[in-house]
């Protein structure tokens, strides 16, 4: 098994910084629910419309972008133990240049203006990049070479690479470069965002968060210790292969490796959730069992064409796997880690504060499920599930389905942002109460 990381929560940023991101994710998850339902079938009838264009990237740069960036800010401290330089003023620069950017960039696709284009390539690669500096200084920093540790350093160089091609491709839209290749372009710069930064980011997460919260054991150490570094090596070689040596459709091949190893991962996690200590079940635990099982789903699917057998009266096979991927796998998940990490962080920074300030008693802090409505909680899974149930709908029969799609996922994302602002409500007000007992008790 792989040696465990104690968590060390002395260097943690505070509290209001990854706040900043977690609550400005799922609003952008609501402006892409609502583009759906306003656009309707044009939204989903092509990955090179414009339309299908922008409301993508609010939802990889908007939603999971600013998730990712904000649980590394928190995360590195824990597994790394050693935090973002700087992190009270790097972190409200890195996520106002990242909304700024995030919406340029649906505007420019929306409106095909270069100027747009530009404006969001300025404030995204300012973003991203100022990020990408001191999340590797932090690393550079850190003796730790744990699992987690060197997933999250594979990731952030796969952020790296997906920003630079995406940054060249969209000086293409602006009119600035024109790109020669632009679909093998487009595909590398979605596979590495796909599979070299947000999945590799989730499974060095995984390999942290599932032990310490769902209370599973760990994961295999050969597993852990290798999986990251197999799909590094294998997405580079594809990449390089397709770019300069060999036939796209033939390097394609690679893809379908990559796909055979992240399948590895489903079964792992299923089964260290299932050995679990505590076996009370929770939504978190839900949310991790959709995600899970339609990343299967996007491995079956591959294998499926890869035997030549996916019909052409089916649904486009890049936008099936591109909206799997993000809403079925990559939301799914972190939906699930937030109802965790954000509770935790503030039951973490009232206990804390409680006894600096004021010591065992006085005020009670509210544990983690306390902070939460479960039935809100439930409410919010519930549209979730049936927001991914109507896309696959949708992606058959976009006249019929697209609208209802982008309501229900509007919903989901308008109802996660309020679960999360109620437990900072609470928060607020239980720390308003720890200051309140220590002016009266000073008297």
Not at 131 to 138: K, N
Not at 175 to 180: E, T
Not at 418 to 441: C, M
Request: glycine share 10%.
């Amino acid at each position: 098994m792989a040696s465990s990381v104690q968590p060390s929560l002395d260097q943690a940023p505070p509290f209001s910084i990854p706040l900043l991101f977690f609550l400005t994710a799922p609003l952008f998850g609501v402006i892409a629910g609502l583009l759906i339902f306003f656009f309707g079938p044009d939204a989903l009838v092509s990955r090179w419309s414009e339309k299908t264009l922008a409301i993508t990237h609010l939802l990889t740069i908007g939603v999971l972008g600013m998730l990712m960036c904000g649980a590394l800010t928190q995360i590195l401290p824990v597994v790394a133990g050693s935090p973002i330089p700087g992190v009270r003023w790097v972190g409200p620069i890195v996520h106002l240049l990242l909304t700024l950017g995030t919406l340029l960039l649906a505007g420019g696709f929306l409106s095909g203006y270069p100027a747009v284009f530009i404006g969001a390539v300025a404030s995204l690669g300012v973003g991203f990049g100022l990020f990408i500096l001191v999340a590797t200084m932090a690393l550079y920093k850190s003796w730790k070479a744990s699992s987690s540790v060197v997933a999250i350093r594979l990731a952030i160089i796969g952020l790296l690479v997906t920003i630079v091609i995406g940054i060249y491709l969209a000086l293409q839209f602006s009119g600035i470069v024109n790109v020669r290749n632009l679909m093998l372009l487009t595909n590398i710069h979605l596979a590495w965002g796909f599979l070299g930064w947000i999945g590799l980011l989730i499974a060095g997460m995984a390999f942290q968060v599932l032990p310490m919260f769902q209370m599973t054991p760990e994961y295999p150490g050969w597993f852990s210790r290798s999986f990251p570094i197999v799909i590094f090596i294998v997405l580079s070689s594809w990449s390089l292969l397709a770019l300069f040596w060999m036939p796209s459709e033939e390097a394609y091949q690679l893809v379908w490796l990559i796909a055979c190893i992240y399948g590895l991962f489903v079964p792992f996690s299923l089964y260290l959730q299932h050995h679990r200590r505590r076996k009370v079940s929770d939504i978190s635990l839900f949310f991790w069992g959709v995600g899970l099982a339609v990343l299967f789903l996007v491995c079956l699917l591959y294998l499926i064409r890869h035997l030549g057998l996916w019909s052409s009266s089916l649904p486009s096979f890049a936008l099936l796997q591109g909206g799997l991927l993000i809403y079925g796998f990559a939301i799914s998940l972190t939906n699930g880690m937030l109802y965790k990490i954000v509770p935790f962080l503030a039951w973490f920074h009232l206990q804390n504060r409680k006894m600096k300030v004021i010591g065992v008693g006085g005020v009670r802090v509210p544990n983690m499920k306390e902070l939460l409505s479960e039935p809100l909680v439930q409410s919010q899974f519930g549209f979730h599930l049936a927001a991914l149930l109507v896309l696959g709908l949708a992606l058959y029969r976009p006249e019929w389905f697209s609208r209802p799609f982008g309501l229900l996922a509007a919903l989901s994302s308008a109802l996660l942002w309020f679960n999360l602002y109620r437990v900072v409500y609470r928060y607020r007000r239980v720390n308003s109460g720890i200051t309140n007992f220590a002016k009266e008790h000073a008297r």
